[in-house]
């Protein structure tokens, strides 16, 4: 473990060195950003002048939701989204021999490797956001339930990574990255919105089969309702099936790669 968290020290400082070097993507990107979070405010404002409640939320808990929403999302652009862009590419180009001959797991150097520093600081606006809309609320809810709430976020962040790796591994069979990406990003539009808007087997394959809609409703729905046992034990069960089902699928891809030098 020591050694993993050195070799990603390494990474981060790497990925901040090289951040400074192209100052105006680092903040072009950074103020990009800022403009989805202020389009997914005014959303919410404007969808709250038609109505008092959405998913059976008032306009201040819906603003802690988009919160925890943009958090996860903020996680995953911070931690995963890069490296997990140009994974097809290294697939499909023969880089993947690169990373398979290291001393670690290629898993771990593939999919960490790259530190988004631009993406840390919207992160940092994101947790203002959240903190804004939680101080918002007349109560608060206790320490206990606050920490579990933080915990299922970054439980959420993982589990969005988890997805999107998760819908790229075909590219070993497909050798084709543009139309999985294309499905990740479309899918992922189901995270903006509360579980609980839809119905049927629609919101049961987004909280099981593409579980969407678990990334940052179920965490909000404890934190703003009560930690629910059986809300939290599906929302465990759901990650770990997806991991272990990630960590499967990735090895069988692994075992269908055809390297460069094949």
Known sequence: MGRYLRLYGHFVRFSLSKAMEFRFDFFFRVFMDLAYYGIQIAFYNVVFLQTTALG???RDQALVFLGGYLVVDGIGMTFFSNNLWWLPNAVNHGDLDYYLVRPVSSLFFLTLRDFAANSLINLAFALGILVWAVL???????????ALYLVMIAAGALLHGLLH????????????????????YSFSRFMERPDRIFTGWTRRVLVTVFPFCL?????????????GWGIVLHFTAVLTA?????????GKGLRAYSSASS
């Open 56 to 58: 059976g939320w008032n």
């Open 136 to 146: 918002r609320l007349p109560q608060l809810p206790g320490p206990g339930t606050c």
């Open 165 to 184: 790796l998760l819908l790229l591994i075909p590219v070993f069979w497909m050798h084709s990255a543009g139309s999985l990406h294309g499905i990740f």
């Open 215 to 227: 990334m940052a409703s179920f965490p909000a729905r404890v934190f703003l309702e009560g930690p």
């Open 242 to 250: 997806m991991f272990l089902f990630v960590a499967w699928f990735w």
